[in-house]
């Protein structure tokens, strides 16, 4: 069993930063890329940062510059700390991980989302 758990969203004043975290657990030989996503009312899902086991990382064009995501391979984690957020940025954000188990096959695990609403 593999358990995604996301920390860290909240409301924030437009201009402001949070920090959200997710902590991969379980039966877990190997994590390929870790990431996040969001999805606001109304509006599909969609990428925000992925990072990759080599540490590679890619960004949805509107955070360039904004939102940094990074990973600890060693407590299983990843982060996105997010500053001059806007109210754009207001979605529900979801922790996802590529994750072999035993059987090494890679498969998609999500977590739970986490709020962040940007308003004044």
């Known amino acids: 069993q593999v358990q995604l758990v996301e920390s860290g969203g909240g409301l924030v004043q437009p201009g402001g930063s949070l920090r959200l975290s997710c902590a991969a657990s379980?039966?877990?030989?190997?994590?390929?890329?870790m990431g996040w996503y969001r999805q606001a009312p109304g509006k599909q899902r969609e990428l925000v940062a992925t990072?990759?086991?080599?540490?590679?990382?890619k960004y949805l064009d509107s955070v360039k510059g904004r939102f940094t995501i990074s990973r600890d391979t060693a407590r299983r984690t990843v982060y996105l700390q997010m500053n001059s957020l806007k109210p754009d940025d207001s979605a529900v954000y979801y922790c996802?991980?590529?994750?072999?188990?035993?059987?090494?096959?890679?498969?998609?695990?999500w977590g739970q989302g986490t709020q962040v609403t940007v308003s004044s």
């Open positions: 990072v990759g086991s080599d540490g590679k990382s």
């Open positions: 379980g039966s877990i030989f190997s994590i390929d890329a």
């Open positions: 996802n991980a590529i994750i072999r188990t035993a059987t090494l096959v890679p498969h998609d695990y």
